[in-house]
Nanobody, 129 residues
Framework: QVQLVESGGGMVQTGDSLRLSCAPS???????????MAWFRQAPGKERAFVAA????????YYGHLMKERFTISRDNGKNTMYLQMNSLKPEDTAVYYC???????????????????WGQGTQVTVSS
């Protein structure tokens, strides 16, 4: 069982940047090195949307529609942490951001939430105009 914890969310203004982090909880004591990782987000009243995914070694990244323009997914396996750098934030980026993990290859899991086995509780990002 992998327990994921997101951090780095907050309230910002249009044009600001944020960097989200995702790491296993200390209690789980697990490493993320063998997991495909991803970020999803869910805005109020909307379905959970795919943001980006990254392979277990970080050599390949996959982004949702238009996400690559302002968002960058990365991971540091030495620190057992995944990141989402978000630049030029807009009010429409307001959502709860979730990290997710799976032992499936990214080519299989891709952007499908149901194929990710472990999820964090989410971190709120609010962008004001």
């Amino acid at each position: 069982q992998v327990q994921l914890v997101e951090s780095g969310g907050g309230m910002v203004q249009t044009g600001d940047s944020l960097r989200l982090s995702c790491a296993p909880s200390g209690a789980s004591g697990r490493t993320l090195i063998n997991y495909t990782m991803a970020w999803f987000r869910q805005a109020p009243g909307k379905e959970r949307a795919f943001v980006a995914a990254i392979t277990d070694v970080g050599n390949t990244k996959y982004y949702g529609h238009l996400m690559k323009e302002r968002f960058t997914i990365s991971r540091d396996n030495g620190k057992n942490t995944m990141y989402l750098q978000m630049n030029s934030l807009k009010p429409e980026d307001t959502a709860v951001y979730y990290c997710a993990a799976t032992t499936r290859r990214m080519a299989i899991a891709g952007s499908t939430p149901g194929l990710y086995d472990y999820w964090g509780q989410g971190t709120q990002v609010t962008v004001s105009s």
